[in-house]
């Protein structure tokens, strides 16, 4: 029998293979037959954070190493790490680096 613990593992991989979209704690319990009440508490206990603010940190990660590594476009950048909004991404990447994507890729370059 496998254990939350070991669930939530398994969740988190799903998750960050699946940046890009959009998943409900409704469907992870689903898919993964276990109890959205459990499945928060013990990914909170294991991981340190929510379930969204854990992948929030996976989704800005990527993007940073997306506008340091490659010329997308920042619309681009911003679809491939799951916003659909280029205005909500902006704010969720200066929030967390303190600068907006294009100050970053420019630092970034100015760096190399």
Same mark, same amino acid.
């Not at 991989?13 to 704690?25: G, K």
């Given at each position: 029998?496998?254990?939350? $613990?070991?669930?939530? +593992?398994?969740? +988190?991989?799903? @998750?960050? /293979?699946? @940046?890009?979209?959009?998943?409900?704690?409704? =469907?992870?319990? $689903?898919?993964?037959?276990? *109890?959205?009440?459990?499945?928060?508490?013990?990914? $909170?206990? #294991?991981?340190?954070?929510?379930?969204? =603010?854990?992948?929030?940190? +996976?989704?800005?990660?990527? &993007? =940073?190493?997306? @506008? %340091? *590594?490659? /010329?997308?476009? #920042?619309?681009? #950048? &911003?679809?491939?790490?799951?916003?659909?909004?280029?205005?909500?991404?902006? &704010?969720? !990447? %200066? *929030?967390?680096?303190?600068? @907006?994507?294009?100050? !970053?890729?420019?630092?970034? $370059?100015? %760096?190399?």
């Amino acid at each position: 029998e496998i254990t939350h $613990k070991e669930t939530v +593992h398994l969740i +988190h991989e799903y @998750l960050t /293979e699946h @940046l890009s979209e959009r998943i409900t704690i409704e =469907a992870l319990s $689903k898919k993964f037959h276990i *109890n959205t009440t459990t499945l928060k508490k013990i990914f $909170k206990e #294991v991981y340190g954070d929510s379930v969204a =603010a854990h992948i929030k940190k +996976h989704r800005l990660e990527k &993007a =940073a190493a997306l @506008l %340091k *590594n490659t /010329e997308k476009s #920042v619309l681009l #950048v &911003a679809k491939e790490t799951g916003y659909d909004s280029q205005s909500r991404f902006t &704010a969720a !990447f %200066k *929030n967390e680096y303190g600068m @907006l994507p294009t100050e !970053f890729r420019r630092q970034s $370059k100015t %760096k190399m």
